[in-house]
């Protein structure tokens, strides 16, 4: 059974750099079957998409966000990571990492429990 | 970007009713939609893809329909487990976009 687990710091300060981890369990991110991504939210409002990686390395990122994401990869660990730079209290959301089976067309159908980042000084 | 604008944003509903939610998109976008439901303090789990594929695991009361810019997400007979939050995302163009939920309570 596929798992996704998020890890990373839950308080960043003001203009900082947010950093997450993915840790994959059950499954490869180096397969060429999908997509692995990162969507956050808000306290109680919806969901954002952030960004997409593939095995190959590319990304995909949501322009209003562009500018202060990178999603990279590391096979060795199974894992890939959210960095988010600059961050400011409009940043503060439950982060969470998931996959999105581009084989089957799905949408995300696995995702990790989230992890919750408050942004504060 | 394309926008997908959820209707109602809360329901109140009882066991047994018939329940539709509505999904629009600002532009068309094929079938390249899916429904996830999404419970507080949890994950969403996807329950439709490709606009009507029902994911495994997900009860058959679930369906969903619609193709370019209007969808519906339905649950022919609601459950108590299904009192829950729903949102649909678009996976047309870049970047996948997610309506801003349906809250449905119990009446």
């Known amino acids: 059974q596929l798992q996704l687990q998020e890890s990373g710091p839950g308080l960043v300060k003001p203009s900082e750099t947010l950093s997450l981890t993915c840790t994959v369990s059950?499954?490869?991110?180096?397969?060429?079957?999908?997509?692995w991504g990162w969507i956050r939210q808000p306290p109680g409002k919806g969901l954002e998409w952030i960004g997409n990686?593939?095995?190959?390395?590319?990304?995909y990122y949501n322009p209003s966000l562009r500018s202060r994401v990178t999603i990279s990869l590391d096979t060795s660990k199974n894992q890939f990571s959210l960095k988010l730079s600059s961050v400011t209290a409009a940043d503060a959301a439950v982060y969470y990492c998931?996959?999105?089976?581009?084989?089957?067309?799905?949408?995300?159908?696995?995702w990790g429990q989230g992890t919750q980042v408050t942004v504060s000084s | 970007d394309i926008q997908m604008t959820q209707s109602p944003s809360t329901l109140s509903a009882s066991v047994g009713d018939r329940v539709t939610i509505t999904c629009r998109a600002s532009?068309?976008?094929?079938?390249?939609l899916a429904w996830y439901q999404q419970k507080p303090g949890k994950a969403p789990n996807l329950f439709i893809y490709?606009?009507?594929s029902l994911e495994s695991g997900v009860p058959s009361r679930f369906s969903g329909s619609g193709s370019g810019t209007e969808f519906t997400l339905t649950i022919s007979s609601l459950q108590p487990d299904d009192f829950a939050t729903y949102y649909c995302?678009?996976?047309?163009?870049?970047?996948?976009?997610f309506g801003q939920g349906t809250k449905v309570e119990i009446k």
């Open positions: 998931a996959r999105e089976d581009t084989s089957m067309e799905k949408g995300f159908d696995y």
């Open positions: 059950g499954g490869s991110v180096s397969s060429s079957r999908y997509y």
């Open positions: 990686i593939y095995y190959s390395g590319t990304t």
């Open positions: 532009q068309s976008i094929s079938s390249w």
């Open positions: 490709k606009a009507s």
């Open positions: 995302q678009h996976y047309n163009s870049i970047p996948w976009t």
